[in-house]
């Protein structure tokens, strides 16, 4: 089993991936500690500074209430991204837990379960976001609840796979000799051997819950103005593209770069996962 070690030694070795890298560390900061970035608050309203140009006193430019889009960018990554990590947080729990039950399960329960991954795997994950939201209504947790649910089939099909694998291996069948019980065997042998595909998925994953998520918000289904979101500040940004195009660039370049980045790096981590790259 591919250790957390080697699998991010490419991360960290390859300098095609510094500037992915760089920027992940700087959203970070942007995330936990956004004033050493700008000491702007995000939501002071200036109506004498509305849609300013990128410059000097705001180097973003300003929107159409004054407010500076430098900060509300740097704030804006704590929303979008907490959003996207506790959506990933909770599908790859969901999907650990289902792929699991269908892995391990007498074959009439596995193959409901595999059909059920496989219907949700063929609708595309904002349109079942969409859907889960028409039933739960709009709301930043609800949207969380929405892009979680989307995603499970993702990482429940690829457990379920490594189920069947780890199963039928020997230090399982093993431990089924010396009599310990399923649940025993579950935690002790075959939970902690499914799981080396999971950080791969995951990093590739949180891009795409990011995207649902800006997207959700761009719909006015996330985290509501005056909140400094990315998907939030592009809607608010669609009315003035023709005198403020900045107002919606730099929202738009940020979520862009998130999720090249996250993209990038999880596509490396799998590549060295399946041992395709040194």
């Known amino acids: 089993m591919t250790s957390s070690r080697s699998l991010l030694a490419p991360v960290t070795s390859s300098r095609a991936l510094l500037a992915p890298a760089a920027f992940l560390v700087l959203l970070v900061v942007a995330v936990a500690a956004p004033g050493l970035l700008t000491g702007v608050d995000p939501l002071a309203a200036d109506p004498m ?27 804006g990554a704590r929303h979008s991204l907490s959003i996207g990590v506790t959506a990933t947080a ?30 949700l795997s063929t609708l595309p994950e904002l349109l079942l976001a969409l859907l889960v939201i028409a039933v739960t209504g709009p709301g930043t947790g609800n949207v969380i609840v929405a892009i979680a649910v989307a995603q499970v ?10 189920t069947f694998v780890v199963r039928h291996a020997g230090y399982v069948e093993q431990a089924v000799t010396f ?7 579950t935690a002790g042998h075959v939970l902690p051997n499914v799981l080396g595909p999971i950080p791969v998925l995951a990093t590739i994953g949180l891009g795409q819950a990011v995207i649902a998520a800006s997207g959700l918000s761009f719909l006015g289904m996330g985290p509501q103005p005056p ?3 990315w998907g939030a ?31 990038v790096v999880g596509r490396r981590l799998q590549r060295r996962f399946e041992g395709r790259t040194p």
């Open 153 to 162: 089939p993702n990482y429940a099909r690829v457990i379920r796979a490594q």
């Open 179 to 185: 009599g310990r019980s399923r649940a025993a065997i």
């Open 90 to 119: 909770l599908a790859v729990a969901a999907g650990v837990l289902l792929g699991l039950a269908a892995g391990l399960s007498p074959k009439w329960l596995d193959e409901a379960l595999a059909r059920s991954f496989d219907v």
């Open 227 to 229: 909140a400094a979101e």
């Open 49 to 75: 500074s509305a849609l300013a140009p990128p410059g000097g006193a705001h180097w973003f430019g300003s929107d159409h209430l004054g407010r500076d889009v430098l900060a509300r960018v740097v704030h």
């Open 233 to 263: 500040m592009l809607s608010e940004a669609r009315n003035y593209l023709r005198v403020a195009w900045w107002e919606a660039l730099f929202p738009g370049v940020a979520i862009t770069l998130t999720v090249v980045s996250l993209t």
